[in-house]
């Protein structure tokens, strides 16, 4: 068989072969196999050497020929085979409508600050106005100036942290973390004359840890000092208070109990909240919880900071903020608010 004949059978069969290929990779394999190095059509060139002289310059140009008819060939099937994977492309459907939606989080405040705000607008609403004071506090305001002198039992029941001296340069002896918000109290009667009607909301310490008790956790403070206010003014405060809080058929009951700074002295429950006063587990089915210290404030304290106990008289109290978040957003256990699960952050 001819030099010719074999360029003749191969380019007819790259025509049928490359007619064929079903996608560009098929095409690719085909360029390979006829125009690659060692493709067929080189292959005829390699022939050459048992050709006479005289006749080289034809075959070859016979060779180049049928190459540039077979390189014809696959850019022809290569465009309309690259035009069909882009139509194929386009028409697939690209939005599946039966897919599940796909979640955004959204963040929102922590329920102690959420808590805390709504507490502080409550309050400001009835006119009271927000003071502040220092979670690292003096001995003298946290306890001493509250009626609790060194040695009083009642310190033991709030057991604090104190502040190593020798570690933090400058600070007096007798540096604790405040143990609550009553501190709040004696430094703005010792600042400002009464009438007074401030809240304190902040952070403070103690030595406890089980489900209702962190050893950081948040209290407000409300003290209003003034001509005339008696044990009714407490009550209707709170009642306010805990109705704009809670809702309106919250009730509040308040039972005798002993705090060293004030006269008389009162823990102050509310019906539940989870079982609307029928009584449940959370209530230890007695249908009531207890959410804050409430009292008078004692004559020997308004006396400690300047004020004439004759003159005027105050109440004041001190709420857990967390409890308060736990209740309202009905958690069971006051430690997750501090254990950075990002459900209590998530909208
Ligand atoms: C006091 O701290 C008083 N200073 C309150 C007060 C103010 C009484 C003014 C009279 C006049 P008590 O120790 O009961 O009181 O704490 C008040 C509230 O803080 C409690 O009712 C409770 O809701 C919350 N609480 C106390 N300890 C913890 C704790 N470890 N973790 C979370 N909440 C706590």
Excluded at 290 to 301: D, I, Q, S, T
Aim: net charge neutral; aromatic share 6%; proline share 6%.
């Amino acid at each position: 068989m001819s030099i010719a004949d074999d360029l003749l059978r191969l380019t007819n069969e790259a025509q049928q072969e490359i007619a064929a290929a079903a996608d560009l990779d098929s095409l690719e394999r085909l360029r390979v196999k006829y125009l690659g190095k060692k493709g067929s059509l080189s292959l005829v060139l390699r022939g050459m050497g048992a050709v006479p002289p005289a006749e080289r310059p034809a075959i070859g140009d016979a060779v180049n020929k049928a190459k540039t008819q077979v390189e014809e060939l696959l850019a022809t099937a290569q465009t309309k085979l690259a035009h069909a994977a882009l139509e194929a492309e386009l028409s697939a459907p690209k939005l599946d409508v039966t897919l599940p939606g796909r979640a955004h989080f959204r963040g929102r405040r922590h329920p102690v600050s959420r808590t805390l705000d709504e507490v502080v607008e409550i309050f400001a609403r009835m006119g009271f106005r927000v003071a502040s004071g220092p979670e690292i506090e003096l001995d003298r305001y946290n306890f001493e100036l509250l009626g609790m002198p060194e040695g009083h039992p009642a310190r033991d029941m709030q057991d604090t942290f104190y502040v190593d001296v020798a570690t933090l340069p400058g600070a007096p002896v007798g540096t604790v973390l405040r143990t609550h918000t009553s501190p709040v109290q004696i430094r703005t009667m010792l600042t400002q004359k009464p009438p007074v009607r401030i809240v304190c909301p902040g952070k403070v310490y103690r030595c406890d840890s089980d489900v209702t008790h962190t050893p950081m956790f948040h209290q407000i403070e409300c003290l209003h000092v003034e001509r005339g206010l008696t044990l009714a003014h407490l009550k209707g405060t709170l009642d306010a208070f805990v109705k704009a809080f809670f809702g309106d058929d919250i009730r509040t009951r308040l039972r005798p109990s002993y705090f060293p700074f004030v006269e008389p002295g009162c823990e102050v429950d509310i019906s539940c909240v989870l079982c609307r006063g029928k009584g449940c587990r959370v209530c230890k089915q007695t249908g009531f919880i207890e959410v804050l210290g409430a009292g008078m404030v004692h004559p020997e304290v308004l006396r400690g900071v300047g004020y004439d106990p004759d003159e005027v008289t105050g109440y004041a109290f001190g709420a857990g903020l967390d409890r308060m978040a736990m209740l309202k957003y009905g958690l069971d256990d006051l430690r997750v608010l501090f254990e950075n699960d990002v459900r209590l952050v998530s909208a």
